[in-house]
């Protein structure tokens, strides 16, 4: 699997709140958060062909642009799956990764996986839980990241193969 990842500017490894004016960029590379994810990827004989990184303060002021060029970028990339997170209980982030997933979903034909603590973010996953499919996983400093991660990379796997999926969300999603 070629997967994108989606990050807010601190999971990137570029700085704290006072960096929420990071414009929308993107390596093509595992940065921050995301490498975590493409070491248990590379056992799957799959990898990470890009992140994407967007302060959430720009995203806020930016969000047409922003979701225009996400999109096209996943698509010019060709990538078989878009990964959103890990947001943990960031509610900033979690916001603009659910509304960049579900872009995505709406505009091209990638399948996206979100992971999204509940802990600040309730309302969100109760609005975006049956347009997304969004991987429970724990808040920042929580125990269980790695299995989440394992659950998200296997909700990805099953999405690209055109496998069913509704008894693994109902057991490791919202």
Known sequence: ????????????????????????????????????????????????????????????????????????????????????????????FSTMACELAENIQENTVIPVVALTAIEKNEALIEQYKVALTIVKMPKKGGTGLSDSIDHALELCRLKVANEETSEFVTQYCY
């Open 1 to 92: 699997m070629k997967v994108i990842i989606l990050l807010d500017q601190i999971q990137a490894g570029l700085g704290g709140k006072e960096k929420g004016d990071t414009p929308l960029g993107g390596k093509k590379l595992a940065m921050g958060a995301a490498d975590t994810i493409d070491k248990a990827l590379r056992k799957m004989d799959s990898e990470i062909i890009g992140t994407f990184y967007c302060g959430t303060d720009y995203y806020q002021e930016n969000k047409i642009e922003v979701k225009r060029k996400v999109a096209k970028m996943c698509e010019k990339m060709q990538a078989d799956v878009v990964i959103a997170g890990p947001t943990y209980d960031y509610p900033d």
